[in-house]
């Protein structure tokens, strides 16, 4: 039987982590300019359209915890070791894999692949390193995902 653990004040700071790493690697500071530049995107387009799809990117990083943590509770992970091989599966087998077709037949550069799919390698190794070491205190940890949890039921019946 399917154990799904619902451990929801990890996914939302995991999933918080995720989307504030990739700002800071879609930003001037790391990949987007180059990124931004082969896409034939202006920085202040990029600006523009960010305050549009942050919510909706922020959801998505939720999602993506959420499922990876399913498979970490899956695989037994525990450690650092663990959340690294499991990341870098996840990325194997669903990003690198998966997403070559943006060059091969949307002809995208290559260079928006690697930035895209070296984001998610970063953020999936480290979203499974987190994830899989996660120890709170269970006392702590109960209230928290208990308060959480009756914060996402009325936010999802409303």
Partial sequence: ?????????????????????????????????????????????????????????????????????QVLNFAGAIDWVMGVVVGFLMWAGFVAAATPNQVLYARRPAVVYLVDTGFSLVSLVGMGVLLATWQWDSTFSAAWDGAVQTVMRRFLHS
């Fill in 1 to 69: 039987m399917l154990d799904f653990q619902m451990r929801w004040t990890e996914i939302l700071l995991v999933g918080l982590a995720r989307h504030l790493l990739g700002l800071v690697w879609y930003s001037p500071l790391l990949f987007g300019a180059i990124w931004a530049r082969h896409l034939g995107c202006t920085q202040q387009a990029m600006r523009q359209r960010l305050l549009r799809v942050f919510p909706l990117e922020f959801v998505c990083s939720c999602i993506i915890a959420f499922v990876l943590a």
